[in-house]
């Protein structure tokens, strides 16, 4: 019941902020809660059009891992802190628990969430 109650709150919070249900939106600085998990420090580099990105997306929110999303095209700042963490283009880039991620990888993701 409880569980259920927090949820709630959260979902009324994500409304609130504007944060949306839906990946119909943009991503800039998006904060996405998509549990009640905190036990894992996830960044998310991503642009909105790369179908890499939509997997690294989906991968965290199907294990209901936190994570803040970045899209480096709609968000300076972003661009700047991925090319200063990896200064190779493309994206997806993660930073999971200080493990740098570049490209789509279950296995690498896995990995590193689990090294918490």
Known sequence: MKIKIIL???L??????GIPFS???SLAGEKVL???QETNQVELYVT???PYCRQAIDFFRSRGVYYVLYDIERDDNAARRKKELDPRKGVPFAVING???HGFSEEAYLKALNQN
């Not at 009324?12 to 902020?17: F, H, K, T, V, W």
């Open 8 to 10: 709630a709150i959260a």
């Open 12 to 17: 009324c919070l994500m409304a609130i902020e």
């Open 23 to 25: 990946g119909n939106s």
């Open 34 to 36: 998509v549990s009640l």
């Open 48 to 50: 909105s059009w790369c």
């Open 99 to 101: 493990t740098k991620i």
